[in-house]
């Protein structure tokens, strides 16, 4: 299984950018790689997907260098509402959640 | 993406009894899990329900426990059997509606409290 790690905690201000990294150095050739947003008393939220390079949705964009063996969520301008959990997985036969990044934006 | 709900959506429970948690989703789907997320811990994963056949339970957990059932491809139902407070968790159910990219998506939860 591959595994991943993640910073623990991250604090960041209203309206900076936030770049959380994740490493996962055994990531196997058709591995997709997934980060998840959780909120209290929430089920996980799906955020964004990537293979490689560079991904971006509405939410958020996704760095996957070549060697894919690390990725780094990027949140612009962050609200106080992106206070949450964050969740890096990379997707094999089973999905594993790690510890996770609790990301806290301050005023 | 699919819409999951769950039943109920938290409990209170005394030590002993049974509390039977349902998810339902909105269209069919093949991939289906089970998991527990104990206060201020990440989520684990307890089984993958199979439809029309039994649960494929992780190491930690077994059937006796957290029995599963899985009669269709739109709901299932997880067990926890003669509970303790140790079980007080939230439980959540997920599915996986493309086998290729496998995108997850959780219901709501059911927060279990157990006296």
Known sequence: LAKTTQPISMDSYEGQEVNITCSHNNIATNDYITWYQQFPSQGPRFIIQGYKTKVTNEVASLFIPADRKSSTLSLPRVSLSDTAVYYCLVVDDKIIFGKGTRLHILP | ???????????????????????????????????????????????????????????????????????????????????????????LCSIIPDREQKTQYFGPGTRLLVL
């Open chain 2, 1 to 91: 993406s699919a819409v999951i709900s769950q039943k109920p959506s938290r409990d209170i429970c005394q030590r002993g009894t049974s509390l039977t948690i349902q998810c339902q989703v909105d269209s069919q789907v093949t991939m289906m899990f089970w998991y527990r997320q104990q206060p201020g811990q990440s989520l684990t994963l307890i089984a993958t329900a199979n439809q029309g056949s039994e649960a494929t339970y992780e190491s930690g957990f077994v059937i006796d426990k957290f029995p599963i059932s899985r009669p269709n491809l739109t709901f299932s139902t997880l067990t926890v059997s003669n509970m303790s407070p140790e079980d007080s968790s939230i439980y």
